[in-house]
């Protein structure tokens, strides 16, 4: 038995006890097979890969290029570890959010699913025509008659209280300075000197 044969069932051993695993209702099981699911896929890089080979850009193009490793699965691999991880840590919180609230991890069904699952065919097709028969005409958005104003970019010489002490790499442009009798920067500015 080679080493390819071996992968290949292990590979394949892992897709179908995740599938398995997956279908469960308990979400600490479905994230175990889908763990499962991204080391099969992993394993499934590994065997499309083929034989181990120089790297592609080891010496400057004196190696053949039949003796070189795809580095395309390498980069999918990773691609691949790396979206698991983060699903992994979504269903992660997903389950603690669970056992939060509820004491468990299982997925129940709501008063919405069984009542579908009890349905006739004869009231799914007349639940389906009331649900296309909806008033879509008659439903408006709320921007309908709004008058809508552009953006104004305030600037530093619009207002006379705006001051821009951002850091710049331009050089500065000095500005008038302030009327020593503007009337409406004394009231707000009370009784500073």
Do not use: K
């Not at 992968?7 to 499962?36: D, K, N, Q």
């Amino acid at each position: 038995m080679s080493i390819s044969l071996v992968l290949i069932i292990v590979m394949a051993v892992l897709f179908a006890c995740g599938v398995y695993a997956m279908l469960e209702r308990s979400l600490t099981r479905v994230l175990i097979g889908f763990l499962l699911l991204g080391n099969a896929a992993n394993l499934l890089l590994l065997v499309v890969m083929g034989a181990p080979g120089r790297a592609p850009f080891y010496d400057g193009g004196e190696t053949d290029a039949t003796d070189m490793s795809d580095a395309l699965p390498q980069a999918l691999t990773l691609t691949a570890i790396v979206i698991t991880f983060g699903i992994s840590a979504f269903l992660l919180a997903l389950i603690y959010r669970s056992w939060q609230l509820g004491q468990a991890d299982t997925v129940v069904d709501d008063a919405d699913d069984l009542a579908l699952r009890t349905r006739t065919a004869d009231e799914v097709e007349d639940a389906m025509d009331e649900e296309s028969r909806s008033d879509d005409e008659d439903v408006t958005t709320d921007f309908v008659g709004d008058v809508a104003s552009p953006i104004r970019v305030l600037h530093q010489g619009d207002l006379s209280q705006l001051v821009d002490d951002a850091p710049v790499d331009r050089v500065a442009v000095d500005r008038e300075p302030p009327r020593p009798n503007d009337s409406s920067r004394d009231s707000e500015d009370g009784d500073r000197p």
